[in-house]
């Protein structure tokens, strides 16, 4: 116990950073949140894929970087520990007890120089750039739950050009088993379906780009992730009414028929589809989300071989870099192989063959980060139907 803090510390290793944190309980599912100060060191991969980012898309830069919601501190000492391009860091909290760690982690670090705290609402001090205080090339969000009620004012305080590192951790609305929820934070609705969690991620990257859009600029996902129970996304934003409207464009409706898997798209100024061309049922829908390419591979490409680089440092995030720069980030949705089996009648195949396979036949095709299960394709049904018919053994 440090006397002067009133609880009891434990001195951890996360990347580069040796830092203090709360004393955490054995047990694997203990609530960060009832700590004196949030700190979850399962959340090292969210962190990890920040930095890595940082490195990657802002390479023989000097950046300037908000921590908006820092808890103890770590994400901003590990990006000025393990990046070369952030010359200063705002590491803000709302909570005092936070703010007192964080200044005690950035004295263990020796890193006094480069980061200024800030105990301030984290709409405040973002919503107040550009006038108090200078806007920021990047803007991370990472509460314990939803970043709506952050978004808007997060690209506010970010300079064009500049990115918005978003995590929503409120999954149950952004996959449907709370829609009421999903509809009143993110004017979205959610859809249960096998991809519930691409669906999430396409809500959030949605919500960005229309709050940008309201204030005339445009956001653009350039990386996206699910892990664990969690989901994050990277937005480049950029200035002009004329850009926002281009941005908006990617905005639409993603509709799922359980009965033949068949996954349809419609632009935003269209309908949502409800009844299915294939087989005629009725189905459901989910929108407004962001129909466009949740990530740009070739920054996926790039973290993973500076990744690779530093394996002692980002071990347990390599495998995800691995899957985001594989992935064709355009294709809406995935099909999991048993799904697929079920509905043909046949038995499952491996998803990697049935990837192959749809290539050669010229079709766009790629696993996905989010399910090793599961296809992402334009292939029509009928095409996958005829794959597992020469490739599985019915069952
Ligand atoms: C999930 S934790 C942050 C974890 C941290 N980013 C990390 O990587 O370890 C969320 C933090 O947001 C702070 N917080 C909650 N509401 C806030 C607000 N309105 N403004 C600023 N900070 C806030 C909480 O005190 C908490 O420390
Ligand atoms: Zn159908």
Redesign the pocket.
Known sequence: MRPELGYELELRREGRAVFYSPRIPERRNFA??SLP????PF?KP??DL?IIFLAAKFEGFKIRVC?????????SIRILLETDVVGEVTA????P??CELIRLNIELNKLGEFIEVAC??????LAGCGRERPRYHYV?I???GSPA??IENGVRGCKRGGVIGV?A?DMPALVGAKPESCLRKYDSKPLRAPFAKEIGLRILAGFIARSAARLGIAAKPILSFSKDHYIRVFAEVHGGRRLANEALKSIGWISYCPSCLTIYSAGRFESPITACETCGRGIDYAGPVWIGDLADKDLAEKMYLRALERPELYRESIKLLDGLRREDHGLLGYHPVNHLARAFGCSPIKPSMLVEKLRELGYRASATHIDPSGVKTDAPLSALKGIFEELGAKS
């Open positions: 960060p949140t100060v949030f700190f979850n959340s969210n962190r920040t921590d908006a919601l820092a808890g103890a501190g770590v994400r803000n909290d709302i909570s007890r936070a301030m609402d984290a709409n405040e001090l991370d990472d509460p314990a009620q952050f995590t951790t």
